[in-house]
């Protein structure tokens, strides 16, 4: 039994629909409908301050303008937090991920050192090892802490069908943030998420996301 292609399309409400998005929304509407597949609709709007139902609107009218139907349920992802939420509990409860208790001024000073020894920026990976007791003492004194993705040593490919087999360092990428000191997850883990619960086959998206494609499929 071949499984059925599912593909998806997830515009963030911050804007009308632009063309790198139209387009990218033709060309995942296309492969579903030529291989009786599912083109899904997943709306980003975790980012509460710039996502607006206006424009929302706009964007289905203009994808139902175009004549780019979507299939099942549209997928919004502000309304997933309890997913999201779990999710970083399992990345967490399996040390995939570490709370980092560093301060914005630590963080700028990291970046500060970086930017003079003209070196490319990531995190240092200073509280990757904090123990368990210092942990537990530093969220009892209430203090803020982001969750990073502890990054293994490796390389991450995968075989991307514009640009042929890509792969990345693992030692190029710092350990990244998943969820905010609000508990609010990123964009990378909702999307590593979602397309893992949605049973998405193939992604189809812009160039500006290859960077990101090895941090979704590290955390997924
Ligand atoms: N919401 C992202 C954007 O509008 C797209 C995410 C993705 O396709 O993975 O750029």
Not at 30 to 40: Q, V
Not at 106 to 122: G, I, S, T, V
Not at 131 to 145: C, H, K, L, M, Q
Request: hydrophobic share 35%; proline share 4%; charged share 30%.
């Amino acid at each position: 039994m071949t499984l059925s292609e599912r593909l998806r399309f997830a515009p963030s409400p911050t804007g009308d629909l632009h063309i790198g998005g139209a387009r990218a929304a033709l060309f995942n509407w296309l492969y579903a409908r030529k291989t009786g597949g599912k083109f899904l609709l997943r709306i980003e709007d975790t980012d509460r301050e710039r996502s607006t139902e206006q424009a929302l609107e706009s964007i289905l009218d203009s994808l139902r303008w175009l004549g780019l139907d979507w299939d099942e349920d549209l997928v919004r992802q502000s309304e997933r937090g309890g997913l999201y939420r779990d999710a970083v509990k399992k990345l967490l409860d399996s040390g995939a991920a570490y709370r980092c208790f560093c301060t914005v001024e630590e963080l700028e000073a990291e970046r500060e050192h970086a930017r003079r020894e003209k070196l490319d920026y990531h995190y240092s990976g200073k509280c990757r090892h904090l123990d368990d007791a210092t942990v537990s003492r530093y969220i009892n004194e209430g203090r803020p802490f982001t969750v990073r993705f502890r990054v293994p040593e490796g390389v991450t490919s995968f075989d991307d069908l514009v640009h042929g087999p890509t792969s990345f360092q693992n030692e190029t990428i710092g350990d990244f943030i998943v969820a905010r000191a609000d508990g609010s997850p990123v964009y990378l883990l909702g999307v590593a998420v979602d397309d893992t619960d949605m049973g998405i086959t193939l992604v189809m998206r812009g160039d500006d996301h290859i960077p990101n494609t090895p941090k979704q499929i590290m955390i997924m």
